[in-house]
């Protein structure tokens, strides 16, 4: 065989036409929004610039998605090296520093999300001393929502707020990656410790033993005691809401990375065979598994991006090179799905990169919508498939 006869196969041909639409969206975007943030949801397949709130003017650098902006650029500049694409991501530096210097809006265990994408990137990869700084900022004020004797992180609210004392969720494995850079940049091991508990609770507890997940749980705040389980934007407090698993997945994958728990590596395989075995038949999942085809309920693709991303990631760390490349192939089937029926490719009008996905269901909040991080996780699934020495920024 030739080097010509060397074609790319149809999956290479599609991820590219699929990065090139995408990275034409993110240029648009660029102009379009400067150094101010889209909302959390387009609406009619268009985001608005964010709403006014905590104080904050329109556009502002408020609630917990605003770090899928620049985490998306730094994904751009990652698949082209294209310097317009760095700088327009260091322009959000500040933004942060700023936001965590003043106490804008920190009542939150998202501070992982946010920090992580905006701050730690460009620390690990220029030593910069600005976003390093606001990053640890961050890592010690989520430090603050730890709770003992539980050893859990309250996720949302004001940390006496009685709805929320005590709770947390499954998104927040995604939140320790932070906890752990901030113990190796500072050589603190307060933080790991914070983090390798938290994420073992969640295994015990929003972990069941049927495979499934809580979206939430609490714990007495006092005692410590493990309470209940609680859905918030699930269908129920015992269905699965998919975006949860989908963190799950992820997330108790990067927790056992940081720490070489095979517990926890273990549970990651148990929300993903779950996941997996629970999809419809063009493999993007409903907003919970409980639904399938036929139930008229609407998909959410940025719990397929999600879950891409943590497949491929599963893959590289179990020991099996059966299950690993069942993971490496389920979440390629399930990025071309992506690909040919979510992403915005043949919509011009919008201005998100895929879309069909759900925020909150039961509150009515982004149904069918494009969300901020089902973009930046379906570009961080095709850079996954493209940059084959990619690195992680979790
Ligand atoms: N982390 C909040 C959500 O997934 O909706």
Redesign the pocket.
Known sequence: MTATDVRPSPDAEAVAAAVSAALRTVDANIDAFGDRYPADTTTGGRYPFRPPSAGQPRGANVG?TTSFWPGTIWLAYDLTGDERYLRAAMSHVDSFAIRVARGIDLDTH?LG?LYTLSCVTPARRSGDRWARDAAVAAADHLMTRVLEPAGIIQAWGDLSDPRQRGRT?I?SLMNTPLLFWAGETTGDGRYAAAARRHAAQLREHILRPDGTTFHTFYWDPETGVPLRGETE?GHADDSCWA??QA?GIYGFTLNHRYTGDPALLAAAQTCADHFLAHLPADHVAYWDLVFTDGSGEERDS?AAAIAACGLTELAGAVADPARADGYREAAARILRSLVDGYSTAGHPAANALILHGV??KPKGIGVDEGTL?GDYFYLEALTRATVSDWTSPW
Request: net charge negative; no cysteine.
């Open positions: 917990w998202d999300f969720i998104d934007q975006r949860g963190w940025s925020y909150d991080w």
